[in-house]
């Protein structure tokens, strides 16, 4: 009895094609980690829902993927568990999540190993998550995250390192059509002590936040009924028309904040990571000061940067930035982090439209040989052992069939040479290397084979 | 409030040590995975239950993490569900699970994207599964296979080749305690007809295969009250004698399967697969024929291997063989196929116990900079850009610290080389360079700095 697969909805199988350019992301974006000190770790996509639960908000709660406990999962329930519904039933029927982010489980990973960890800490970590979102364009139930993160250290360097590394990263994926958005939550702060929005500050940067949906008119019209006065809507207009370089900026931005602690914090903080950017020699050019910026409210407590395609919808693919109370839920106090989150498949969907994927991305010198009949395979097979031991990528057809089956075999799973090994071939030990892409052959022996091949890698 | 964090039974954190050294096992068997023509693929950790429910038995059935349906998901159950039990109700309030190896995903992979795929078919996986198993020394709930297959031929040379890249991989791992048995399910099946074994075939094999654990005089014992003769044990004991080469083995095995097809197609493909790796100039003094391995007994069809270190009790580490009908279920039937599994964490343990890790990991040229006060700070910047923009892997202390405390950080972090940046290396321009592990420090400008550093890798 056969069934027709399906996979669930949100999931997705990766060809060949697409793990290697997934990979070419991914590979690059570790490189730039491992460069830059940070040491990977691994946590597992079990977690206890005790871990989870509660970090996400109600929302996130309810997209947590939960699992059956195994066994008899109903024996320590009653009907009066199932009759009170799905919600009180899961808690008796489900102990495991799935990982939900990075965020929490590294959190917890720095509670549990504190004894062990070398702070100040960077680490880095590539795995996938899984959400119970509804699947849309471009949002799926299970995809990779891709985060660093340095705990144990206030120092701002960190900020400019992370915002350095996400430029060398796009440098090396030779995507240069960005923007990075960059601001410190303290500056919020300020902003909202200075348009007497203090009481309402989430509502207040919430509502900030939807300029660039919304537009201005009406941000400013629900902010008159979160209770702002039209003097305050001045204000705020005033700072939203500062204009000019980073310094600027700042400038401009400090007597409108020169009652708040915390804003005037906010915009030394910004200034410093500037200052550690250029100390660094590294690029400022693609900073923009955004005094609006508010993602991550709930947890963020200093600088917060995100990065965006310029030149296409694409939303955020890179963003970051300062927390100061990581690990205190779970009993380990005053860990401040600061970390960068980078967007595989915004990122893979942003290459792939702008054709900035490598065209070859397996090694340059794979080599097909061809099998014709039982022989010339054991012929093949001699040359192929020598390849290999060379350590060139090498393969022998593995029947005999038909050259130009051969051939589309070779052309399909884009191996860039075809070796022929015929009857004659196999008589003058000269070989025909064919080039997939030119069509151009030329006849060697084993040995200038095995010399070109290893020139080109 | 805090609360204590914990991890679920079964799984584990994996801190940078652990991950840099099972990257090195898996990075190595990727090397000859890809060396030998294989590509990678990926699937999703979330299968349907229905895609993964009856592949495994019904004792895997029970092993499966099932996955609750989101949101509400009593909403399609009544009270007759619950009253119903645990098995019942799974039905109706979980449609998901999660992957419980690579073949049946693979499988599945092979019959939903059948014309897409360039047959035959080398694809490789690496990826984690999940086991409701009961955890003890070694078994995890969540550990990762490691798996390459060929489908879409019936060469016996891909059996060669799986085994000379087994051999590879071993080689790379500067491992070489362990043996390749080899053997055919064929063979078993001639083996049981000689001993008039043929109606009782599985239990014929099942008893066989303990001979290890419990020896052979127990398994006559048991192989008796299965049915079997003393004359039917006399044969047994003869074939269970069979001594010499390879070659000696089969020649002696053939008379007694000469009236099994089966039997001597399988002498036949054992013959051809040690010729195959003689073609390839690969070694075959670590196989031993074993005609009485029985692995994998429900679906492997032709060729059956298994690799275990010889001077460790440690359970097989890599083992596979030919199935001749993997995705039949899924509808896509006669598609013949063979694989190899890697057992990433049996392989840890042997490298830890055998201590052949390598012992630097990380790149031999890491530089960590010392950072005293700001005014040498910034003078450290400019030389951290310097290394930087050469490629050398080189962080700064990210704030002011006691040296005593930047060099134990160092040594923890496994950083091979400090450089000293104080008020009169900034003078000089001279800077030193402690080698960790030796202690040697010398004074280097910034060019000689980095000079030495990139010969270095």
């Not at 639960?53 to 320590?76: A, I, P, W």
């Not at 998550?129 to 985060?147: I, L, N, S, T």
């Not at 370089?245 to 906010?266: A, C, E, I, W, Y």
Request: aromatic share 10%; net charge negative; proline share 4%.
């Amino acid at each position: 009895m056969s069934q027709k697969p399906s996979l669930p909805k949100g999931t997705r199988d990766f060809t060949p094609k697409v793990v290697f350019q997934r990979n070419y992301i991914i590979q690059t974006i570790q490189k730039v980690f491992q460069k830059y000190g940070f040491d990977p770790i691994e946590t597992p996509a079990l977690e206890n829902l005790s871990v989870l639960t509660g970090k996400y908000g109600d929302e996130g709660d309810q997209l947590l993927f939960k699992v059956l406990n195994s066994g008899d999962f109903l024996n320590k329930t009653a009907p009066e568990d199932y009759a009170a519904g799905s919600a009180h039933l899961t808690g008796k029927i489900s102990e495991k999540g799935l990982r939900y982010d990075l965020t929490v489980p590294f959190a917890r990973f720095v509670a549990m190993n504190r004894n062990e960890i070398n702070f100040p800490f960077k680490r880095y970590q590539i795995q996938p998550v899984w959400r119970a979102d509804r699947p849309q364009k471009g949002r799926y139930r299970e995809f990779y995250q891709c985060d660093a993160d340095v705990v144990g250290t206030h120092s701002l360097l960190c900020e400019a390192e992370l915002i350095a590394m996400a430029q060398e990263v796009y440098d090396g994926l030779s995507f240069r059509d960005y923007q990075v958005s960059l601001s410190n939550r303290k500056i919020l702060e300020g902003i909202a002590l200075a348009c007497g929005a203090s009481d309402q500050f989430n509502a207040f940067c919430v509502t900030l936040d939807k300029i660039d949906k919304i537009g201005r008119e009406r941000v400013f019209e629900e902010l008159i009924k979160i209770g702002l006065k039209e003097s305050d809507l001045q204000t705020l207009s005033d700072i939203l028309h500062i204009e000019g370089d980073h310094h600027d900026k700042l400038n401009q931005l400090r007597p409108f904040v020169m009652d708040s602690t915390q804003g005037k914090v906010g915009i030394e903080e910004v200034e410093n990571t500037l200052n550690y950017l250029k100390s660094l020699d590294v690029s400022t050019e693609k900073i923009v000061l955004d005094f609006t910026l508010a993602r991550g409210l709930t947890y963020y407590t200093g600088i917060i940067y995100e990065i965006k395609p310029t030149t296409l919808q694409m939303g955020t693919i890179t963003a970051g930035g300062r927390y100061d109370n990581l690990t205190g839920v779970f009993g380990l106090p005053d860990v401040s982090g600061v970390g960068i989150s980078f967007g595989i498949d915004r990122i893979y969907d942003t290459l792939n439209e702008l054709n900035l994927f490598p065209k070859q991305l397996k090694v340059e010198n794979h080599v097909l040989i061809t099998n014709f009949d039982a022989t010339t395979e054991n012929h093949a097979l001699h040359v192929l052992s020598v390849l290999r031991n060379e350590g060139i990528t090498a393969e022998l057809y593995p029947e005999a069939a038909k050259l130009k089956k051969q051939l589309s075999f070779a052309h399909r799973k884009n191996i860039p040479y075809v070796l022929m090994v015929g009857t004659e071939e196999m008589k003058s030990k000269e070989y025909s290397l064919k080039h997939m892409e030119t069509g151009e052959q030329q006849r060697l022996s084993v040995d200038q084979l095995v010399k070109l091949l290893l020139a080109m890698n």
